[in-house]
């Protein structure tokens, strides 16, 4: 099984700053990576898709790249609504896995 | 509008069993692969199972492999998840989730919308 590992597991930050959130395979999973954001209490939503896709309605501040085993999410201009929990996820084989989270909290 | 909305959590007791549903509507449901992701109390997301559009592809998780069983019924626009056996450690809120591409086959994809949840405790 491929297993994701993310870093930080917490991120404090201030409105506006620029943070970053990387996820690393334990073997390549080529682009098929997914980032989602969770609030508590409600479902994941997907923000990037194929490591760099930004899904339709996902505010251009959030950013993915990288390829193989590196990845890294990256929101510019941290507003209020961005403080939840975050996770990487591959989907390049089965069984599909997921980081253990970063949860991004207000400095 | 796309809508998963999952019913049949509950309490159960261990070595007990449950069958969750998810009624789906606002897409053609035949045309997509969905899955069962769960989220045990304050922890992280963990794949459950997937099931192709034609059910020709089934996946599980090794930790619920032969004691849980994906299904769907296409004409009725519904997924569902057998759990039998259950374990403590199955004690989560289950998501039902749809991929976020159109077609059959054993095709890899992202998940792009997923339904409210559903509690199910195992507790003695």
């Known amino acids: 099984d491929i297993q994701m590992t993310q870093s930080p597991s917490t991120l404090s930050a201030s409105a506006g700053d620029r943070v970053t959130i990387t996820c690393r395979a334990t073997?390549?999973?080529?682009?098929?990576l997914a980032w989602y954001q969770q609030k508590p209490g409600k479902a994941p939503k997907v923000l990037i898709h194929r490591a760099s896709s930004l899904e339709s309605g996902v505010p251009s501040r959030f950013n993915g790249s990288g390829s193989g085993t590196d990845f890294t999410l990256t929101i510019s201009g941290l507003q209020p609504d961005d403080f939840a929990t975050y996770y990487c996820q591959q989907y390049n084989s089965f069984p599909y896995t997921f980081g253990q989270g970063t949860k991004l909290e207000i400095k | 509008e796309v809508q998963l909305v999952e019913s049949g959590g509950g309490l159960v007791k261990p070595e007990g069993s449950l069958r969750l549903s998810c009624a789906a509507s606002g897409f053609t449901f035949n045309g997509y692969s969905l899955n069962w992701v769960r989220q045990a109390p304050g922890k992280g997301l963990e794949w459950v199972s997937s099931i192709s559009t034609n059910s020709n592809y089934i996946h599980y998780a090794d930790s619920v492999r032969g004691r849980f069983t994906i299904s769907r019924d296409n004409a009725q626009n519904s997924l569902y998840l057998q759990m039998n056996s259950l374990r403590a450690e199955d004690t989560a809120v289950y998501y039902c989730?749809?991929?976020?591409?159109?077609?059959?086959?054993?095709?890899?994809?992202?998940?792009?919308?997923w339904g409210q949840g559903t509690l199910v405790t195992v507790s003695s």
């Open positions: 989730v749809r991929v976020g591409t159109y077609g059959s086959g054993n095709r890899r994809s992202w998940f792009d919308s």
């Open positions: 073997q390549s999973v080529s682009t098929y």
